[in-house]
């Protein structure tokens, strides 16, 4: 009985953290790091400064009761192999079904592409999943917008350069349910209003 007793706050802990993992639009940013998944040390990269912001979906279908963390590690190893020779993970921040949010490459190295478009200068982010076949959740929706203001603020990017893989290169990504958000320029909106009512910009 008094190992239960002792083990109570712990797990209270533990779901206190899970619940906080995927956040409201406004409420602070929370990003995991590297460590979280395992990451591998990158190879030498080219060096940039972000100026403008891409979105991007992973493109697989990524089930919201899979390891996020696991899915995400497969992509830098697929990535970093001979078939593709990447310095690191593509992307620069990851996002999972239920909002969480992981941190991938530097923000300061230029990510990499199957497609044609040169990605310097853009700061990448992708949601995990396909969402040509699924639907964005509300909780990574909310972290997107999140992430978004935080990158805006604190590296002076205007949410006007906020766009879709799909607007530099031949791709469906980031997927039309993801794209649409885009396209009727809801997102960019929502990111404005956290801008304005958190970082008063």
């Avoid at 979906?57 to 990535?79: C, L, M, R, Y």
Wanted: proline letters at 5%.
């Amino acid at each position: 009985m008094k190992k239960l007793l002792l083990l109570l706050p712990l797990f209270f802990v533990f779901i206190a953290g899970c619940a906080s993992s995927a956040k409201s639009a406004g409420e602070d940013v929370t990003i995991l790091p590297r460590s979280s998944w395992k990451a591998l040390d990158p190879k030498p990269f080219k060096p940039q400064v972000p100026q403008r912001i891409t979105i991007h979906h992973e493109g697989e279908f990524f089930s919201p009761d899979s390891n996020s963390a696991e899915k995400i590690k497969k992509t830098q190893v697929w990535g970093m192999g001979k078939d593709r020779n990447w310095a690191d993970i593509p992307y620069h921040f990851m996002i999972d079904a239920h909002g969480v949010i992981f941190e991938g490459r530097n923000v300061f190295t230029a990510g990499e592409t199957n497609t044609t478009y040169d990605p310097t200068g853009h700061l990448l982010v992708t949601l995990l999943g396909n969402f040509e076949e699924q639907k964005v959740t509300k909780e990574q929706l909310n972290s997107l917008v999140n992430l978004l203001a935080y990158c805006c603020n604190k590296y002076q990017i205007s949410p006007e350069t906020i766009k879709g893989h799909k607007d530099y290169a031949e791709t469906l990504c980031p997927g039309k349910d993801l794209y649409k958000y885009l396209q009727d320029g809801s997102l960019i909106k929502m990111v404005k209003e956290v801008l304005k009512d958190k970082y008063g910009k």
